[in-house]
């Protein structure tokens, strides 16, 4: 009897551990973890709802109580952390020390794709007394188990870089047949063409919008990012108010090739070729849109708070330390006195004041420093006269060249139309009536194109005397102007602000003025060009343009 009472304990203690091992999740409630990474998988019966199914079902055939379901969207492999479903999971078991869970995944693809990470998610589950449990796998902790999970966790991670190769071979053949294989462009709508596959075409209803903003902005309609994105704005192009939000955004469109038509993508080495896709803008439009975007000027934002008080606030700098000067009014003994005044703590020039009167009066005398002699305006108009006889003969070659394109594929037209004719099948057929489409668009498009006739009595010497004129006289326009419209003739005179400081005055030496580009230009290009009144040989550049 006392041998028998002395084992009884241990009997017990068996008894215990046995009904632990034939009831291992006693006393746990269940979480669902699913992961989906696509609209394709839900359409493919691999959805949530597909996932979260079977895991409860699973829950249920063992007995465990199901309490959530954590659905993630995140692809790939990688840091778990980085799954918000899984953040949430764990944060949720962390909020609930007095429970205990089984977490149960569909596939063990879905615990994770990166061996690294799937042993330390493992690791995560197993310092908080999480059981995971698969639908398709056996988790075990021994170590021909962990060996066994720890190769599979390195197949699904090869598997995962072999699909990401596969996808990027695919995608980067397709930029290099001239298609955009990602997601649509800004102005641009995917679909699925029957010759082409996915292919991206211009949206109607903002394509013309677009057109404009792009053309406006390279040839100076639209001085600023900001006015263009406001043009965007109003025509519903891009969707609320504030223009200012859509800076960078159309900052990204300006220096995309994909607008004029190409295709690149450097990240893969696929360079510049020519897309399969129509073009909103011309390649000429764009490389002047991309000269624009080298000068400094119409990267610059005209302040909103502008007072006629300090009408040159946010146009100067300090020449100490290149912070932006800024204005306010100071109380004296009798009056308000105003100054402009760098408030940088570490420049030299720190809090030391400059007289309004002062800054303007040196201002105004700049303007009327800077101004053309009228001698220039005949040169610069005979290179204008050069320069758009060019221009013409270069559409007259156009033309000829879109006349002899419509010749060709009106030739091609006669040979699809036959095949098609002849096809022995309805799909070949379809496809054949297809590239007939495209064709008539191109040769109605061509036809339209030759249809417009050169005016060349267009008056662009009114824009030239008008530039010419600014230039000219840029101190008595500037006086009649408002103070947000003074701002934009100043990014016209000047491509950077001016420096100032009440010792020396403005440093002007690395700024470039509209008289000093004209200046530029006239000697870039007068030795080939004799303007009428100017014998050869006679012209001296130096002072045709003057600074005093």
Known sequence: MQ??????????????????????????????????????????????????????????????????????????????????????????VDALPHKRFVVVFDDLKRFARDTIFHLKLRSAFKSRDIIPRC?????????????????????????????????????????????????????YTIINDLLHGKFAIPDKKVKEALKIALEGFANGTFVRKIDACRFLVKKGFWKGQVADRHIEKFDAILRDPFYPGYIEYPKWD????????????????????????????????????????????????????????????????????????????????????????????????????????????????????????????????????????????????RELTEMAIRAKTETLRTVYEGQLEEMAKQIEQLETEKGIEIDFSIPYRTALKKATGLVKNPYDIWKKLEVGEKHQLYFFLFEEKLAYSRNTGYRTDKTPTATKLFEDFVAENSLSVHPPGIEPGTLSLRGICSTS
């Not at 659905?71 to 899984?86: E, H, K, Q, S, V």
């Not at 188990?145 to 599979?152: A, I, K, N, Q």
């Not at 996808?167 to 397709?174: E, L, N, T």
Request: hydrophobic share 30%; charged share 30%; aromatic share 8%.
């Open 3 to 92: 041998n028998q009472a002395k084992n009884q304990p241990k009997n017990k203690e068996l008894r215990m551990e046995s009904s632990t091992e034939i009831k291992p999740y006693a006393g746990r409630v269940g979480l669902v973890y699913v992961r989906v990474s696509g609209s394709r998988q839900a359409s493919e019966g691999h959805g949530r709802e597909s996932q979260e199914g079977r895991c409860k079902k699973e829950l249920a055939t063992v007995g465990i109580p199901f309490e959530k379901s954590f659905p993630d969207t995140y692809t790939g492999g990688g840091d778990f952390m980085n799954r918000p479903a899984m953040r949430d999971l764990l944060a949720y």
């Open 135 to 187: 639908l398709n796998y056996n988790f075990d902790d021994s170590p021909e188990g962990m060996f066994v999970e720890t190769v599979l966790a390195a197949g699904n991670e090869l598997e995962r870089h072999q699909n990401r190769r596969q996808v990027i071979q695919k995608m980067k053949a397709r930029l290099e047949a001239g298609y955009w294989p990602f997601s649509s462009k800004k102005g």
């Open 270 to 413: 696929v360079v510049r070729r020519l897309g399969k896709h129509e073009a909103i803008i011309s390649l000429d439009t764009f490389e002047r849109i991309q000269k624009r975007l080298s000068k400094s000027a119409i990267n610059t934002q005209i302040r909103k708070d502008l007072t006629s008080d300090f009408p040159l606030r946010g146009l100067l700098v300090c020449a100490g330390c290149g912070h932006h000067l800024t204005a306010a009014w100071s109380k004296g003994h009798a009056k308000l006195y105003a100054y402009y005044h760098c408030q940088n703590k570490t420049c030299i020039y720190y809090r030391e004041s400059c007289s309004r009167k002062n800054v303007e009066k040196d201002f105004d005398s700049l303007l009327k420093e800077n101004h053309l002699k009228p001698g220039v305006e005949k040169l610069v108009a005979a290179i204008f006269d050069r320069v758009w006889e060019e221009e013409m003969s270069s559409i007259r070659k156009q033309k000829l060249n879109a006349d002899w394109k419509v010749m060709e594929l009106q030739g091609k037209t």
